[in-house]
């Protein structure tokens, strides 16, 4: 089984602003409790006032607040177990590829809080159980909600996949693109990096390892 993920967010897009409630709660985000918002507000402050901007101009007088609900949001998942999404199984006399391709994300680099953005692709081997398809998206869009590097969001997922499902083989390809190398430092925009995290079977044999490969490299019919 093959499925590709357009990610398609438009229901969520819609910004009523009418609707928005006060301070730190976004539409379509509750409140992170793990997160100081007033001490990401301060901050914000002095990162403005030393850059030589004036954070009591107009044009400024919310970024502070709007930056503290963007940190909120993108690290969402630092706390969290995104493995709970794979608790719900369903048994299922399948013991082929399950792959979700193109499931797109956006993370954050540890080392300069900067966005790296791209796909990730998900095989699993099964073993008498299968999970709901888009649970491997949650996983995904929930472990990219933390400052980290591209490898630990590689092999993160790679290992809930193969611990939750008891997994016979799970391949996790990431590509991404990280804003610290294409808006500034090196400036290379148009670079890409690739992570793959092989488990069980995929790693051990070579023919199951090109098979999936095959079928994450096929271009889209
Ligand atoms: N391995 C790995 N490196 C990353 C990732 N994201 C960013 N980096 C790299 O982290 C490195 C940090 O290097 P440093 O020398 O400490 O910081 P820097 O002076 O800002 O480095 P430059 O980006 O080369 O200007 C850079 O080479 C980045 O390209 C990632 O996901 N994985
Ligand atoms: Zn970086």
């Known amino acids: ?27 379509n985000e509750p409140k992170n409790d793990s997160v100081d918002y007033p001490a990401i507000e301060a901050a914000v402050r002095v990162i403005l006032e030393s850059v030589g901007e004036d954070p009591d101009r107009d044009g400024l007088l919310e970024t502070p607040a709007r930056v503290a609900r963007m940190y909120a949001e993108m690290f969402a998942g630092l706390k969290s177990d995104p493995g709970r999404h794979l608790a719900k199984v369903f048994e299922e006399d399948y013991d082929e590829i399950v792959l979700v391709r193109d499931i797109s994300f956006c993370s954050m680099c540890e080392h300069h809080l900067l966005p790296f953005t791209g796909k990730a692709h998900i095989a699993y081997l099964p073993s008498g159980k299968v999970v709901g398809l888009s649970k491997l998206a949650r996983v995904v869009e929930e472990v990219a909600r933390r400052p980290q590097v591209q490898e630990r969001l590689t092999h993160t997922v790679a290992n809930l996949i193969e611990e939750r499902l008891s997994a016979r083989g799970v391949a996790v390809v990431v590509e991404s693109t990280h804003s610290c190398m294409t808006m500034r430092g090196i400036r290379k925009p148009g670079s890409l990096c690739l992570t793959s995290a092989m488990r069980g079977t995929f790693k051990t044999d070579p023919k199951s390892r090109a098979e999936v490969l095959g079928l994450i490299n096929r271009s889209a019919s």
């Open 1 to 27: 089984m093959i499925a590709s993920s357009k990610n398609d967010s438009s229901e969520e897009g819609e910004d009523t602003a009418t609707e928005r409630q006060p301070f730190f709660v976004d539409k």
